[in-house]
């Protein structure tokens, strides 16, 4: 029996189904499908502009889909109201393209910040010092907790933005190009983090990227994303061994 | 022909502009007045709106009195009532000038500040990062900096007000050899509540609209650099523009109280 099949004996925690979003004439998602098991980590791959960030959007809510249903862990997001909607949010950690850092605060305030509207999943009297420890700890940057964003390098910033993920300790954490805009050792070091962080807190990781050595890295499973559909979905090695053209393009080095 | 449905086309692009803002501000009102409220952010909001502006709407108020005095004076002496000055000058400065001269001021000053952040943040995808974490973005960025210069535009006018007298009295008692309690004396028999109360309500509407539109244009702004330049300085023009016909309809509405 294959890893594969052990994953895909999991439970489903998030589930796309026969998703479609268009901005105008431009149909960006067909009918999309994809389905996340528990502890898994599952890399979605796409050319620029393919729809993978408007596909990421739509699964927290920040976009509308025109169509189609999203399960995140067995709640249908698109009829949820939006305080049902807020309290589920602190089950999923989303680590922004460019990290997404409040600028006018410091780190330890952006650490803080998730934390206030979900004392609920807490407790009222947490202790969010250390918990902002804790999270900066994971990520190797306790020594930061009073600089502010334009303080930190690239690959500091995005090491920040990923404890303030985990912070809320998330059982879903969404990866939108975790490497792009890094050189190849700091995307090594943040590649190595979200293992170590998957291993730790045994989360469920969708990871959007073009970048195929983080993919090869860190993919349990792949889906191509291609006219707006889940082209291809399988293993690295299932995929990078296909002879289809528009697959083996993406493999191409 | 080709000029006409440019204007058309721009006229079109204006009353869209518009019907958004109102819907923004309706949003505005719904949010004001559900929980949880951020008296923590409104508290600094307000500290850096009013703070900030400080120093520039006084300095403008204090040239402002100045340059009024200066430029009336010949002309009141001419007609032997330059003794008139005091009550000229505090009528037409906690009336007119002042309110609208220092909400010019703020609109360049915060307006264009609360574009440029907003539109930043929008860019940078904070707004969006602030949503995922279970906060409601349009509360915590959209209501307190509203509010605040809802709230703060008031003060700042009454000091710019007091300033621009100030510096009146400054050039009266340079060039004429006026007393401070003289002057201040006429200042208080010339000015009555009607002055005061319509100016001041004007400038809570002031406040209201340099918030407003600073966040709306900074909230829906495009992606890259380039929209949150636009979005400064949009905010900034399209404030001072909304600020002259709020203008004049309050002008008009306390007109007909006058009336009365």
Redesign the interface.
Known sequence: MTEHDNISKRDIVLELKDLHKSFGDNHVLNGFNMQLFQGENLVIMGKSGSGKSVMI?CL???MEADSGTISLMHNDITKLD?EAL??L??D?G?L???S?????MTVRENLE??L???TKKFGEHIDTEIMVIEALENVGLASAIDLMPSELSGGMKRRVALARTLI?QPKIILYDEPTSGLDPITAKEIIILMQDIQKKYGTSSLIITHDVDCARVISDRMILLIDGIDYAVGTYAELSASTDPKIKAFFKH | MLGFKNIIKQLKSFLIEIGELSIFAVRYFKEAFKSPFEFKELLRQCYNMGNRSLLLVGITGFIIGLVLTLQTRPTLMEFGAVSWMPSMVSISIVREIGPIITALVCAGRIGSGIGAELGSMRVTEQIDAMEVSGTNPFKYLVVTRVLATTLMLPLLVIIGDVIAIYGSYLVENIKGNVSFMLYFNQVFDALEFGDILPATIKSFFFGFAIGIVGCFKGYHCKKGTEGVGKAANSAVVFTSLLLFIIDFIAVFVTDIFYDL
């Open positions: 959007k927290v809510g920040l939006q807020d309290i949010r602190a999923i989303f922004f393209q460019g997404a850092l409040y600028d006018s910040f998730p206030r509207r979900h809320l």
